[in-house]
């Protein structure tokens, strides 16, 4: 009987500590909606309409599967409202949890010196499942590059430079003092938005945002 009881006990632990942590995984804030103070520089990595109402800016981690997947609902975002939406794109490696995510964002950034940037980074997260766990992921970093036309040299000494180093850690820290919550985070005009998960749901978003512009 005192094992029943033991047993009863230790699984009712259990199925308390599981609804605990969804409890925390699904909470939302409750205060006031957290706003970006750094201004979108000229040399960042925007597409769209330079002068667009509406601006953007999504903190990503080229690792980060959740990214992967909000990479193509953002780009059809591009293509729906060329006019009207600009995106800028800034880096937020995890790097305590992502092992290649600085790496890629390099490979990025040493891709955008020859002003493949947006092509990069779409390989990257067309291809996050072949390098994502990959001891040789630098290899297929510069594979990709070649595939793009690069100059091989080039990109490795523009993957290893301080230039590049010193930009994404700007992106990250800039990401950091907004208290972003994790990647991928989006601020819609300054302001973070929660993420609708759904192209559809970004639609209507936007659509409303543009009403009220």
């Given at each position: 009987?005192?094992?029943?009881?033991?047993?009863?006990?230790?699984?009712?632990?259990?199925?308390?500590?599981?609804?605990?942590?969804?409890?925390?995984?699904?909470?939302?804030?409750?205060?006031?909606?957290?706003?970006?103070?750094?201004?979108?520089?000229?040399?960042?990595?925007?597409?769209?309409?330079?002068?667009?109402?509406?601006?953007?800016?999504?903190?990503?981690?080229?690792?980060?599967?959740?990214?992967?997947?909000?990479?193509?609902?953002?780009?059809?975002?591009?293509?729906?409202?060329?006019?009207d939406?600009?995106?800028?794109?800034?880096?937020?490696?995890?790097?305590?949890?992502?092992?290649?995510?600085?790496?890629a964002?390099?490979?990025?950034?040493?891709?955008?010196?020859?002003?493949?940037?947006?092509?990069?980074?779409?390989?990257?997260?067309?291809?996050?499942?072949?390098?994502?766990?990959?001891?040789?992921?630098?290899?297929?970093?510069?594979?990709?590059?070649?595939?793009?036309?690069?100059?091989?040299?080039?990109?490795?000494?523009?993957?290893?430079?301080?230039?590049?180093?010193?930009t994404?850690?700007?992106?990250?820290?800039?990401?950091?003092?907004?208290?972003?919550?994790?990647?991928?985070?989006?601020?819609?005009n300054?302001?973070?938005?929660?993420?609708?998960g759904?192209?559809?749901?970004?639609?209507?978003?936007?659509?409303?945002?543009?009403?009220?512009?």
């Amino acid at each position: 009987m005192k094992q029943i009881i033991l047993w009863v006990a230790i699984i009712g632990g259990l199925i308390l500590m599981v609804v605990a942590l969804a409890h925390v995984g699904t909470k939302t804030s409750t205060g006031p909606a957290a706003t970006l103070e750094t201004p979108v520089a000229d040399d960042e990595h925007t597409k769209g309409n330079p002068n667009a109402p509406l601006t953007l800016v999504e903190y990503s981690d080229f690792q980060c599967p959740a990214c992967a997947s909000m990479y193509p609902i953002i780009k059809q975002l591009s293509t729906t409202f060329p006019d009207d939406l600009k995106v800028v794109y800034r880096h937020f490696p995890l790097r305590q949890i992502h092992a290649q995510a600085q790496l890629a964002a390099e490979a990025a950034e040493a891709a955008g010196e020859q002003n493949k940037f947006w092509e990069m980074h779409d390989l990257l997260f067309n291809t996050q499942r072949e390098w994502s766990d990959n001891p040789d992921a630098r290899d297929i970093f510069i594979e990709l590059a070649a595939s793009l036309g690069l100059d091989e040299d080039q990109f490795i000494t523009d993957m290893n430079s301080k230039k590049t180093k010193n930009t994404i850690s700007d992106h990250y820290a800039s990401g950091a003092s907004a208290n972003i919550p994790g990647t991928p985070s989006l601020f819609l005009n300054g302001t973070l938005i929660q993420n609708p998960g759904t192209y559809d749901g970004f639609k209507t978003l936007i659509e409303d945002a543009l009403a009220n512009s």
